[in-house]
């Protein structure tokens, strides 16, 4: 996924400037599943400040998963779903591409239940391009189009693209406190 990240700061002199244009550095165009692609664009720490200083990216280095108070911004498109219902789809490559390229977010996929997982955060999730819909857990699906927006308070949940078009969406991930 070819993602262009441009980042602004606040420089020595006290002048707002780019101080970064280049791709995200966490893209993935899957090889196991065509079509599937991935980028963390950004991330912020539990304290991030903003002024003087180039802003800090950790993202070359954190989980997909924020802690709390910690924020991610990721891209994903998703293929049809049909791609991954061929019967040459080997899910165990899969596994281990998603595991390589998505840190943190793929262990909270469950085995048991392709698509389904649950993460300590609130999201905002956005429909860029195509259709896609959301599986609740109580069985409940909402299709969403283009501009539509999900905010996800720490639900168990899959993406389902039942189309034969790709879909993308854009994801905000604010970490959360989950009771115990």
Known sequence: MKVRRVVTGIGPEG???????APAPR???????????????????????????????????????????????MMVTFPPDSVMMR???????????FARNVPGLAETFEVDHP?????????????????????????????LRRNDVVVQCGTRHAWRNKTDKPATML??????????
């Open 27 to 73: 893209s993935a165009e899957f090889t196991t599943v065509a079509g599937f692609a991935s980028a963390l664009i950004w991330s912020t720490p539990k304290d991030a400040t903003v002024g003087k200083g180039a802003p800090q990216d950790d993202s070359p280095l954190v989980s997909f998963v924020p802690g709390a108070g910690e924020t991610r911004l």
């Open 171 to 180: 994801f905000v991930l604010i970490g959360a406190h989950r009771p115990r």
């Open 15 to 21: 002048r707002c400037g780019v101080v970064s244009d």
């Open 115 to 143: 698509g389904m997982h649950t993460t300590d955060s609130i999201d905002y999730d956005v429909v860029l391009d195509g259709e896609i819909v959301l599986e609740l857990d109580d069985g409940n699906e909402v299709t």
């Open 87 to 97: 019967p040459d789809f080997d899910g165990a490559a899969f596994g281990a591409e």
